[in-house]
Every structure is written in C-alpha cells, then in structure tokens.
T-cell receptor, first 114, second 115 residues
C-alpha cells in the first residue's frame, strides 16, 4: 500500500530565513504529487502539484518543490519565510494504479519566529 | 464565487446520536470526498463519490454513511456505530476521480464533538 512520510512534525524558522519541508513516499509506480497548506481550523489550500515534466515546480505564495525519483522525495522549499507562512503543511501522493486516491502525510507544523 | 461549503462549522452531539454533516459544491465537479482529520494523523479518506448515485468506501468507512443524490451535494452521516467520532471533517471535490489525478479542492471543515 502507498504511504507518505513527513519526518518533521514541527519546524520553527525565523522570519526571512529559508524553509524546507521533507516528504517521502513509498510505492513503485509514477506518482502524482501535491503540497497543501492548512491554517488553523480551516480547509486545505493547494500550493503546488507535480504530474510530469520539469521536476522543479513552482507554486503559489513563493513556494517551490522538487521531485527526486531516485530518493522518492518531493520536498517543499521557500527562500524567505513570512510570518503568514505559519501553518500546517501536508504532502499528498496519488498513483494511477491505485485509482488516483490521495494519500496524505501526517503534516508538518511550521512556526515562524519574529 | 465557486467553492465548497460545509455546515455547520462546529457541531456538538451526545453519544449514541446520529449526526449529518453537510457538503455542497458549485464547481460542477463530478467527484466528491470526505476525510477525517485527527491531530498528527493527516487526513484519512472515509468515502468518495465519482458520480451521482454512486460512492465507494475509503480507508475508514466503518460507522459512516453517505449519499449522492445530487451532483452538488454529498452529505456524511456519522452513526452511533462510529466508536470515536470526535474529529475535524473535511469535504473535497475534484473535476473527476479517474484518469489524471486532478487536484482536490477543500471546504472549510466541520469540527464535530461528541460527548
């Protein structure tokens, strides 16, 4: 069965510093990859997605992510964090062979220090 | 504005009572989904529907039921058989569920507390 791991439960970063959130998935087939962001008590908003092509994808709010097939990873990055980036971030994976159902990681909560 | 609405935002029920959570979308999406979110566990799929009058169980369907009588509506009933119903429930929709993995759009969620 497919699974998604976000190894960091919490990350604290200073405003203006760079941010990298890790995501690893397990399964053999070609994945469809997503990053979502959730503010407290709210729904999820799509930041970016990867289906095929260029392995470095750009998203909203200045985020980008890189797909590395050899490492089964899809890490999210932002060069300079703003206080409004404090939220919980979820990586999600779907596989065509598994009916395209999304499997979510456990999430990483990002705290931003002034 | 197109989007997904869930009501109510907060819901309180006594143990042993069934409760129905509402989800409506005006995005003209074929597929709709229900997820349960617990702290530290990400989102887990309860049920999904690819088309009107059809739905499939997700990973944690026990104790829940759904219906899809209209394209825009996908209500979720949490029955008294659900052993631990207190959670945050999220509804989502996508253009379709088959073919390319279309991104899912999420509603604002309903927090259910059962005492």
């Amino acid at each position: 069965a497919q699974s998604v791991t976000q190894p960091d439960i919490h990350i604290t970063v200073s405003e203006g510093a760079s941010l990298e959130l890790r995501c690893n998935y397990s399964y053999g087939a070609t994945p469809y990859l997503f990053w979502y962001v959730q503010s407290p008590g709210q729904g999820l908003q799509l930041l970016l997605k990867y289906f095929s092509g260029d392995t470095l994808v750009q998203g909203i709010k200045g985020f980008e992510a890189e797909f590395k097939r050899s490492q089964s990873s899809f890490n999210l990055r932002k060069p300079s964090v703003h206080w409004s980036d404090a939220a919980e971030y979820f990586c999600a994976v779907a596989f065509k062979a598994a009916g395209n159902k999304l499997t979510f990681g456990g999430g990483t909560r990002v705290l931003v220090k002034p | 504005d197109g989007g997904i609405t869930q009501s109510p935002k907060y819901l309180f029920r006594k143990e042993g009572q069934n409760v129905t959570l509402s989800c409506e979308q005006n995005l003209n999406h074929d597929a709709m989904y229900w997820y349960r979110q617990d702290p530290g566990q990400g989102l887990r799929l309860i049920y999904y529907s690819q088309i009107v009058n059809d739905f499939q169980k997700g990973d944690i369907a026990e104790g829940y039921s759904v219906s899809r009588e209209k394209k825009e509506s996908f209500p979720l009933t949490v029955t008294s058989a659900q052993k631990n119903p207190t959670a945050f429930y999220l509804c989502a929709s996508s253009i379709r569920a088959s073919g390319i993995a279309y991104e899912q759009y999420f509603g604002p969620g309903t927090r259910l507390t059962v005492t």
